[in-house]
């Protein structure tokens, strides 16, 4: 009985260790989103997401790398394949696709001369905020757990950008009442935009 006992605790204590680490690398707080922070560098993303697909686009040499550096290939010590992240070069964006193919998050890097995370696109719907917002959220999730600091209006999208946090949303011009949706120099106020509109995009941005 005992024995029985002790398996089932150490199945309970497993599954819950795996459901703490699962929300872990969805979760978003402030300066985190996942298994990534604030002082996150771009060399490091392939260990972080080792188990998952990196896409770099558009890498160049980083010209803020003092001359003389050297213009190598870093080795991958654990795969013994050459690294899709070189640490003298700088990208445009970087995707990181799960296992399987689904996109979880573009990331825009910084260029400075240890580039790190500038600006984040989120994908995948398991992200969520420490307030419960995520992809599936609508605008009356987000004015109701957030303050709004302003509301940018553009040709086919408005941008919710809220205080206090890097966080900001995109809604599709669609999900407006439709006197609104084609005058690009109307700008829109937080009582004319529908509490059913869904998020297009849901951005992180970090200074």
Not at 27 to 37: A, D, E, K, P, R
Not at 75 to 103: A, C, L, P, V, W
């Amino acid at each position: 009985m005992k024995k029985i006992l002790s398996v089932a605790l150490a199945a309970t204590s497993l599954l819950f260790l795996n459901c703490e680490s699962a929300d872990k690398k969805f979760n978003i707080s402030t300066g985190v989103i996942g298994q990534l922070t604030k002082d996150t560098k771009v060399i490091d993303l392939e260990t972080i997401y080792a188990e998952d697909s990196i896409v770099a686009e558009n890498g160049i040499p980083n010209l803020n790398l003092q001359v003389g550096f050297k213009n190598e290939v870093l080795n991958d010590t654990n795969t013994d394949t050459t690294r899709i992240i070189k640490s003298n070069f700088i990208y445009n964006k970087i995707d990181i696709y799960e296992k399987g193919g689904k996109q979880l998050l573009s990331l825009t890097p910084t260029r400075d001369s240890v580039p790190k995370i500038e600006n984040i696109r989120i994908y995948d719907p398991r992200y969520i905020t420490d307030k419960g917002i995520s992809m599936t959220s609508t605008f009356k999730d987000i004015k109701d757990k957030y303050t709004i600091k302003k509301i940018i209006t553009s040709m086919n999208n408005v941008v919710i950008l809220l205080k206090d946090t890097g966080l900001y949303f995109t809604i599709d011009k669609q999900e407006l009442p439709s006197s609104l949706r084609y005058d690009s120099s109307v700008n829109i106020e937080e009582v004319q935009i529908p509490d059913a509109a869904k998020i297009k995009y849901m951005m992180l941005a970090w200074e």
